[in-house]
C-alpha cells in the first residue's frame, strides 16, 4: 500500500474525505475539452530577483518549481505561458496613484524620500532593484490567469508568482508589494463573474479581504494560524465583512502546532458548505504553503498529504480555476508542494518523491474544539446570509 493510501486511512477516522465531491451539482462541473489548455504561469525572469540574502521570500523558489515540474514530466511546452505587463489602469482598480507613484521610484533599489509612509524600506518589504518590475511580472500573470479561465480557454490556470495577498491600497506588507489576488478578482467582477476566494495559507488574506470587504460579489475564505501569534494579527472569525458584504469574509484561525487534521477539519467544514451556497463562476485559490512543517516563519504542522487534500478538492469541485502561489519558505517544500498542485490540476499522477513522509500524530483535542466553536459560529452567523443571497 502507498504512503497515501495508509495515510488517507489514517485521515479518514477525523475527516470525511468521500463528502468531498458532493458539492457542485453535476451540471456545473466542468465537461472535458480537448480544445481547453491549462497554464502554467512562468517565466526564468522571475528567479533574477532578491529581497536581500537573509530575507525570507526567495524568488528563487520559483525556478526550483519550475524544475521540478520538468524534471517529473508534468508539463509541455504549451501549457507554458509568460506572464504579461498590467496597465496603470488595472493597478488603480486597487492601489492609489501616490503609492504606485513611489513604487515606480523604488525600482532602482534606491529608497525613495516618502517610502516609509507607504511601508517601504523596512525589514519586512525591502527596496531592491527592480520591486516594481517584480511586481508587475507577478500582477500581470494574475491577470493573464484571470483571462483565460473566464473566457473557458483554461479550466485552471496557475501562477506560481501569484498570491501576494497582503499588500494594501497604498502599503506594502508582508512581502507583498501590488497584491495580484484582488486585482485579478477586480477583472473577474469586470466580466459579470461571482467570485470565490480561498486562501490556505498559514497568514490572514487580509489585503484581498479588505478589496471586497463590503462586496456581495465576492466570498473571501481565509484558515490560517490564530492571528493572536501571527502577522497580520487581523482575520477573527467575528470579522465577517460588512454593509453588503456582511457574512462574505471568512475567517478560520486555527491553533499554532495545528497539524493536517485539525487544518482540514476546518476546511471540509467550511469551504463546501459556503462554496456551495455562494455558487461562484470563478474559484481563485491562494495556495500558501507556510502551513507546512518545517517553514522557518510559522507554527503549523501539515504535511504535503494534508496540502494535497484541498488541493484535490478544489480540482473535484470542478470550478472553472485560478490558482495562485503564495507564502512558503522553506524552498524545497514549495517547490515539491507547487509541482504536485499543478500534477493534480492536470489529472496526473503525483510521483511519490514530492509528497513527504507521512506523520500520522493524532490531533490534540483543544485544537479540534476550538476549530469546532468557529465552525459552528460561522454557520450560525455567516452561512444564513450567504445562502439568502446566493
Ligand atoms: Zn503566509
Known sequence: MGYMDKYIRFLTKYIKLNSYSCCQPKER???QDLEKLNLFVYTDRLGSFSYGYDHPMRPARLRLTYEQV???????EENLIEPREPTEKELLWFHTEDYLETLKKADSGI???DAARYGLGMGDNPVFKGVFQWSL???GGSLLAAEFVSSGKSDVAFNISGGLHHAMPSRASGFCYLNDPAIAIHYLLRQGKRVAYVDIDAHHGDGVE???YRDD???TISIHEDPTYLFPGTGFPHQMGEEAGRGFAINVPVPPGATDVVFLKAFEEIVPPFIEAFEPDILVTQLGVDTLRGDPITHLELTTYGFETMVRWFKMAGIPWVALGGGGYNVEHVANAWAMAWAIMNDMDVPDELRDEPLERE???KHLEEVEKTVTFLKENALPLVK???
Do not use: D, N, Q
Request: no cysteine; glycine share 8%.
Open 363 to 365: 490531533p490534540s483535542e
Open 137 to 139: 511580472l507577478t500582477v
Open 210 to 212: 479588505h478589496a471586497f
Open 70 to 76: 520538468k524534471r517529473y514530466g508534468l508539463i509541455e
Open 111 to 113: 529608497l525613495p524620500e
Open 388 to 390: 439568502k443571497k446566493g
Open 217 to 219: 460579489r465576492v466570498l
Open 29 to 31: 462541473r466542468i465537461k
